[in-house]
Structure formats: C-alpha cells, structure tokens
C-alpha cells in the first residue's frame, strides 16, 4: 500500500493484519517487481561476503536489516530455507527463488510460514530431494535438515557457540539446557567435554546425537523434558557442572508479558546458577526484554543462588550476518553473557 502524508508520497509498505505497525518497503514509487528484489537480494549477499566474509552458510536476508520486511532466508551451503511472516509476501516466492537460484550456488528454496496460523503454506522449490546438508561452523559440523525448527538450525548463536570452545577445558561437565540439535553440546565435546543436553523436543534430540556422532563425540546424554523440572530435579539428585548453558526460547512475543518473562529468566538463570561452578553462558532471544532488563535479572538471580559473578568480555549478540541497522532498534534481539562464578 501507498502511504501518504498531507497529501504527499511518503513510502510503499505492508500492512500486516493484527500488528500494530506497517512494513516500509520502498520510499519510492517503484515497481515491487523481479528488479526489485533482485537488487535487494543481490546487496545483501555482497554485504555478506565482501564485508564479513561468510561464504557457504549464513542467514542471507534477514528481513528489515536488508530492506526486506517480512523475509529471513538462511543458506545452508546449496540449499535455502525462507521464512515468510506476511501473507502478501507468499506471491513473491517464485521470484525470490529465481533471484537466490542467479545469484548463488542454491539449487533448492524451502519455504514456510514464520508462525502457526499464518495460512502460508510449506513448498519447496527446485530439487524437493535436497532438504539436508552438512555444514560447517568453526570446528564443528552440523546435520541441517530443513523441517526443523524455524529455518533449520539457530545460525544466529555461531559466534557465541564458536567462543565457547576458549573456556572449555577437558573433561568438564557441561550442562546444555534448551541444546535443540546440539549447538552448543557440539563446541563443548569437540574441546573433551561430558555434556549433557536438555531439550523438550525427541526430534531435535535425535538430530543432537547424529552431530555428536558426526563430530566423534562419545561423551554425553540427552535428556527429553522441560528445562525447569530436569533443572530441579539436577539439584535434588545432587549434581553440579563446571559450565551450565542456557539458551531458551523467547519466553515472551509482546511488551505486555515481559513483567511474566522476567519472572521466567530469573528462576532459570536461579536454577542454572545452582548447578553452575565455574562458568554460566546465558541468553535471551525475547525482542522485548533489552540487554539491561535481562543483565539486571540475572544478576537478581545470582544474589538468590549466593553465586558472585563476574562478567567476562561484553554484551553478546547475534552473528553479525543478522544485520543490524541504525535505523530499527528491534533487530538487535539476541542477549547473550558469559559469567565467571566464584
Ligand atoms: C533458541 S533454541 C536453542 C538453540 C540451541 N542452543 C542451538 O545453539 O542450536 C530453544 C530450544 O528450546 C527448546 N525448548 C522450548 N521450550 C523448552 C522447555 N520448556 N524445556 C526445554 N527445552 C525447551 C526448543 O525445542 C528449542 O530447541
């Protein structure tokens, strides 16, 4: 839609049924055409490579970050996996395939909906046989198969996953609470960790122990369950690990719960600190919750647990391949610290 003010263009943008905000596509009177999104998507590869130097894997579009409102394509070596979280967009899917196909090695695009309930349907595009690669992340390499979760893998946690392995020594226990397919299970055994993994998903379970395979790993466990009660249970039963991960989902999707989601992260980072004797590794992917609510909470928890911790390094984001721009504060989501215990 044209929007205007005082009678005056002022931009094309989508308007998504039940938000509350419209989508700037283009402040000009452009043609929303293949050229159009072939120039898009063309900058924001050459962003990529020529300015961070990714290459085979790496989130490609990354919606408003490369003026591309309601888009997030991951490549994942040959293959692409789109997430589409506006209905008008699902019109334009052939024609970003055409442009991801020109531009680069990818020969098959999965497509989907970002939410439940969003009527976009699933499709593949190009060769349907060629839904699962293996990629490579630092040392580690990871099975992908693209009807996991989200896109397929969280490209978003890479450089914290790969920073972990500094801070791994041999034969620490590691507790990996929300581990999905392994991420950070992976760094931590390739470094001669025990690890335990815990996730609520059998599916991403199964695919966790294929990468520990996959990268040698003999030492670990995975437990299905919900983080909280295997948590609770842990400290019941006496354990303690020298690094606990904690890397839930958003625990909120609106401002109007985030008093709710803080309640959440303090009694995790509590349980989490419980267990902990030397390291914590903490994260928050909720929008909503900024670096300094969630700092503030955890340190709230750790005056629970009677743990003293000590920041180590700055705040930690997303890959930088999630583009951050000046212009939209929200895209800078992911919080992630790493603590000293003492
Ligand atoms: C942000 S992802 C974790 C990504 C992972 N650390 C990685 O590096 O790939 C969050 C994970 O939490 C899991 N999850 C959601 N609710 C959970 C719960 N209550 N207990 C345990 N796991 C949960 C999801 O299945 C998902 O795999």
């Known amino acids: 839609m044209d929007l205007y003010y005082k009678d005056k263009f002022v931009a094309q943008a989508l308007y998504v049924k039940g938000s509350s905000c419209i989508k700037i596509l283009t402040l000009k009177k452009e043609d929303i055409d293949r050229d159009f999104f072939y120039r898009r998507i063309k900058r924001a590869i050459e962003y990529r490579e020529n300015i961070l130097g990714f290459k085979d894997t790496y989130r490609m579009i990354y919606a408003e970050g490369d003026y591309l409102p309601s888009i997030v394509l991951d490549k994942y070596n040959n293959i692409g996996s789109m997430q589409l979280s506006s209905k008008i967009m699902e019109k334009y899917a052939p024609i970003i395939y055409e442009c991801v196909e020109e531009l680069t090695d990818i020969s098959t695009l999965y497509v989907q909906g970002a939410n439940k309930g969003d009527s976009i349907k699933s499709k593949i595009y190009g060769d349907k046989n060629n839904i699962e690669t293996i990629i490579k992340e630092g040392n580690g390499k990871f099975k992908v198969n693209l009807k996991g979760h989200k896109t397929g893998f969280f490209l978003d946690q890479r450089d914290n996953r790969i920073d972990i392995e500094g801070y791994i020594r041999e034969g620490d226990r590691v507790l990996d609470i929300c581990c999905y397919t392994g991420g950070f299970s992976v760094h931590c055994g390739i470094k001669g960790a025990e690890v335990l993994g815990v996730d609520i998903s059998k599916k991403a379970l199964e695919v966790a122990k294929e990468n520990m395979e996959l990268n040698n790993i003999e030492n670990y466990n ?120 003492e």
Not at 229 to 242: A, K, N, P, Q
Not at 277 to 286: D, E, F, H, Q, Y
Not at 326 to 340: D, S, T, V
């Open 222 to 341: 995975f437990i299905e369950g919900n983080a909280f009660d295997v948590m609770r249970e842990l400290i019941e039963e006496g354990e303690s690990f020298d690094v606990v991960i904690l890397d839930p989902p958003a625990f909120t999707k609106t401002f109007k719960d985030v008093k709710n989601a803080l309640k959440a992260y303090n009694t995790l980072n509590y349980l989490g600190l419980k267990l902990a004797k030397r390291m914590l590794i903490t994260c928050s992917c909720s929008h909503h919750v900024d670096r300094e609510m969630f700092k503030n909470t955890v340190i709230s928890s750790s005056l629970r647990a009677k743990k003293e911790i000590k920041q180590i390094g700055g705040y930690r984001t997303q890959s930088p391949d999630h583009i951050i721009t000046m212009a939209n504060k929200n895209l800078e989501y992911l919080k992630c610290l790493f603590f000293g215990i």
